[in-house]
């Protein structure tokens, strides 16, 4: 498609973005499993149906764990009219959507609004609307839409031009919206653009459920840490219907400690964060279970008032972030992210900061038993561990 005729068409396409639909689509951060972070490459029909079945059996899907997504290499050619078809990995992915949604699970799909994926697979530039056609038409509920095979035309387009390189940016992913829209099928819509030009000012005005604001995390303590605090300051813009995304859980991935998995799991759920798990469910340990399906951690992450944790006091490796909930009990979460063990002996809970004159009843959710805020309450955290309280008047 000429840069004209794409032009027109955002135009004959553009209609307010209703917010009501939004929030209704992802009225709290969705939750699900990504096959990028264990299978990358290698994934294909029978591990996604695989992965259907133990999300059931393993309880996952009861914990709201409810989307299936396939991330890059599913796609194949494209016939003579423009419409892709899958690869031989995947061989019906109509009727894959089919069994998916027979378990009570939903269907995500990825891809690229340039003409390759990362992976260097088909993208969608110049076939968004066949491509979202596509997608409705097997049943998909949601899409993860990825910068980076549009990169290349950006540079070319505009090499020395950073703003015509993120108007182009924002054209792309608003005509891809436009597109689902036109379908008339709901599909959460996730951009994983990396946080370039401050995504979280305009993700809204073009449709998107969520956006990535950061690189790529990995299965590693540092990395983890460096992507999730980094999140400071971003809370006023997200909510219901549109939510910052740190990236995909590692829990159980790597070398991650069960201390670090637990870290790694409260700061999403206090980040308000999209929970999509990336572990292998065949060999998913009862340790790693636990974690990722605490009940009382899940429902900070998918508590209803929709309101992002912020840091509220810091000293040394010891952070607070605090996050208000709808029942009008306030989240409050301890961090050690240093290598020693630390305690609390010398650094005050700030519970004035958080609005409390005298000691909330506190319940912990990791250890699910209630504590008393009182000066005998001086734990010793661990290196890299946290401790999730839930601090009610």
């Not at 264990?38 to 259907?52: N, Q």
Request: hydrophobic share 40%.
């Amino acid at each position: 498609m000429k840069p004209i005729l794409r032009a027109l068409a955002l135009l004959l396409l553009a209609s307010p973005v209703l917010p009501a639909q939004a929030q209704k689509l992802a009225a709290t951060p969705p939750m699900g499993w990504n096959s990028w972070n264990y299978f990358a490459g290698r994934v294909t029909d029978k591990d996604i149906r695989d992965t259907a079945d133990l999300l059931v059996s393993t309880g996952m899907r009861d914990a709201g764990y409810i989307y299936v997504n396939i991330d890059d290499t599913w796609e194949g050619e494209r016939d003579a009219q423009g419409i892709i078809h899958t690869n031989k990995k995947f061989p019906d992915m109509k009727a894959l959507s089919d069994y998916v949604h027979s378990k009570g699970l939903k269907l995500g799909i990825y891809s690229s609004p340039g003409a390759q994926t990362c992976a260097h697979y088909a993208g969608s530039l110049d076939h968004e609307q066949q491509d979202a056609q596509t997608y409705a038409d097997w049943g998909i509920d949601y899409l993860k839409y990825d910068l980076c095979g549009f990169r290349e035309k950006q540079k070319a387009e505009a090499p020395n031009d950073l703003a015509k390189q993120n108007k182009m940016m924002r054209d792309a992913y608003m005509l891809m919206h436009q597109a689902i829209l036109k379908t008339g099928r709901p599909m959460v819509y996730s951009l994983c653009q990396y946080g370039f030009d401050a995504v979280w000012d305009w993700g809204p005005e073009v449709g998107a459920n969520s956006w990535r604001t950061t690189g790529d995390i990995n299965a590693t303590y540092d990395r983890m840490i460096v992507i999730g605090l980094n999140q400071a300051g971003l809370g006023k813009f997200a909510g219901p219907g549109h939510w910052n995304d740190p990236d995909m859980l590692e829990v159980g991935n790597g070398k991650l400690t069960m201390d670090e998995n637990r870290f790694h799991m409260t700061l999403w759920a206090m980040l308000a964060s999209p929970l999509l798990a990336g572990n292998d469910l065949t060999k998913m340990t009862p340790e790693v279970a636990s974690i990722l399906m605490n009940k009382q951690v899940v429902a900070i992450d998918q508590d209803p008032l929709g309101h992002q944790a912020e840091r509220v006091y810091a000293e040394g490796p010891i952070e607070f972030w605090s996050r208000p909930l709808a029942d009008g009990s306030t989240a409050l979460a301890i961090f050690n992210t240093g290598e020693d063990p630390s305690d609390l002996r010398n650094i005050p809970l700030p519970l004035k900061q958080l609005g409390f004159n005298k000691a909330p009843k506190a319940h912990d959710l990791w250890l699910d038993k209630s504590v008393t805020l009182d000066a005998a309450y001086k734990p010793t955290l661990p290196r890299h561990s946290t401790i999730l309280l839930k601090l009610t008047k």
